[in-house]
């Protein structure tokens, strides 16, 4: 075959249908494990998660991209195969199609008893009337007719290659729009304590993921604040402490020098701000706290984000660094929103996911170096103890307002009260609309392509040996026949005298 040959050859087996579908069948399929472990993109924190749980599973995982499927070379290999295939495959097929569009119905076969559909009757019309009724009466029904040689070739139905081209292009468009998603968006997430704002920058973001055409500088400049947030939950029956609805009250500037506004935003109902979107994705409680050093100065005085550890009864855990305190001081604490004994009433545990009755617990209390001047970046929920002394203290629960005293006169915390948090992703997809319009567009071409059928009708009309024209009539209908080719023999058949009873006499 030689070099050209096998490119050829090569280039049919890509761009046949066959294999479009299988492509799409493997894209699918790549998408799995991605629903089944933790990604990066979504939580890293899950992520780091499964590497604790699963030591030695985890790095081989790790090193087939199964923690970041959507972003691996072979999803992207899988995902740009398809895309060629069905361009390679729509294309030329529009061309053949705009080509049929222009071409007339082919003639008449010679042998209407070879056809799927066929009839032939008696008329007493003339060859040219009946072939021109048979033109009439195709034409009202939407076919395309040409007549010649004593014969009329009608053909409609286009619509069906014609939605099925369309739902092909939208599908390439909807690959194309991902595409243009992936280059030209980002996606940055944080956690906003109440009272507080973040401007769209990528220093605020705890995870910044942007696209590989995107540059830092040019981000929409708007400012977002958290004002109030809500949280309702079931408080009887059996679905008590279930979440009934989240509510954060938000204000936002589309930039420096414009006009603040105030919008409520939910799950599933983002902030729309400068072409992005803020989705609300989850929540917590920030304790605030007071922490005075050995010298009688405060050191700490404000909210401390802690880490649900139990998403039943939101019971969380937090550090508390405080490195301005003389020593540098430390805390290890629980925050229980509504306090109760356990069952055994050896320990605290939250008995409700509402802050009904809030209390901390001091874990651990530690002074010394914190290692904050290192320049290593450190967890806010971890404490590094390499330079620390643990302070013995008496594990106790504190309400709000109350006092915990740290011996020899190191310091002293005071819890002061609570703050809500919530976890925020924003996004820009300028493939989103497009996505959005290609995926209609392929639903609509594919209904269109299962609702319709290729037809094709012939009437040939020809004078008998009794004097009377000789109709026939053939139709081939591509997929399912439909009643439509009987419909057009009841008006092309002339009426059939009803037959007189024996006996009766006929005016």
């Known amino acids: 075959m030689g070099l050209t040959g096998w490119l050829r050859w090569g280039w049919r087996q890509l761009t046949s249908m066959r294999t479009a579908l299988i492509l799409l069948f493997l894209v699918a399929l790549a998408s799995v494990p991605g629903s089944i472990f933790p990604q990066r993109g979504q939580a890293p924190e899950k992520v780091d998660q499964y590497f ?24 992207a290999a899988i995902y740009l195969l398809l895309f060629t295939s069905l361009a390679g495959c729509v294309l030329p097929r529009s061309w053949q199609l705009l080509q049929n569009l222009r071409s007339r119905p082919p003639v008449a076969p010679k042998r209407f008893t070879r056809l799927p559909q066929h009839a032939e009757f008696g008329s007493d019309r003339t060859p040219e009337q009946a072939l021109e009724q ?5 034409r009202k029904r939407r076919f395309r007719t040409v007549a010649a040689d004593g014969s009329v070739a009608a053909e409609k139905g286009y619509l069906h290659e014609a939605g099925n081209l369309v739902f092909h292009v939208a599908l390439l468009a909807l690959l194309f729009s991902v595409g243009l998603g992936a280059m030209f968006g980002y996606r940055g997430n944080l956690l906003l304590t109440e009272g507080t704002g973040f401007s769209n920058s990528v220093a605020y973001y705890s995870e910044y993921k942007p696209g590989h055409m995107v540059d830092p500088e040019d981000l929409a400049p708007f400012q977002v604040t958290l004002e109030d947030f809500e949280a309702d939950f079931v408080s009887s029956g059996s679905q008590t402490g279930q979440a009934r609805e989240f509510r954060a009250k938000m204000a ?27 989705y609300l994705l989850g929540h917590g409680y920030a304790p605030t706290f007071k922490v005075t050093d050995s010298k009688g100065d405060v050191a700490f005085d404000g909210a401390v984000q802690f880490l649900p550890m139990d998403s039943a009864t939101l019971a969380s855990q937090g550090v508390l660094k405080a490195p301005d305190a003389e020593p540098q001081l430390g805390f290890q604490m629980m925050f229980w929103p509504t306090a109760a004994p356990s069952p055994d009433g050896s320990s605290v545990v939250s008995s409700f996911p509402g802050p009904l009755n809030p209390m901390v617990g001091v874990l651990g209390a530690f002074k010394g170096d914190l290692n904050m001047d ?79 059928r290729r037809r094709r009708v012939w009437v040939r009309a020809s004078a008998g040996e009794d004097g009377r024209t000789v109709v026939e009539v053939g139709g081939l209908t591509l997929g399912t026949p439909t009643g439509e080719f009987d419909d057009l023999l009841r008006e092309l058949r002339p009426e059939e005298p009803e037959p007189v009873p024996a006996g009766t006499i006929k005016e």
């Open 252 to 278: 936002y500037r589309e930039g420096p020098g414009s006009a603040e506004r105030s919008e409520l935003v939910k799950v599933n109902h983002p902030l729309e701000v400068s072409g992005a979107k803020v």
């Open 52 to 75: 604790e749980e699963h030591e030695k599973l985890a790095p081989w995982l790790d090193k087939l991209s199964l923690f970041d499927v959507f972003a691996a070379p072979w999803f």
């Open 134 to 138: 048979a033109r009439e009466a195709l």
């Open 374 to 452: 290192s320049g290593a970046p450190q967890s806010v929920y971890e404490l590094d103890a390499e330079k620390l002394q643990m302070v013995k203290i008496e594990r106790k629960a504190m309400g709000i307002g109350e006092t915990l005293k740290l011996p020899d006169g190191s310091g002293e915390i005071t819890f002061t009260g609570y703050k809500q948090y919530v976890s925020l992703t924003a996004t820009y997809d300028p493939g989103r609309v497009p996505a959005l319009i290609s995926a209609t567009l392929a639903v609509a071409g594919l209904v269109v392509s299962l609702m319709t």
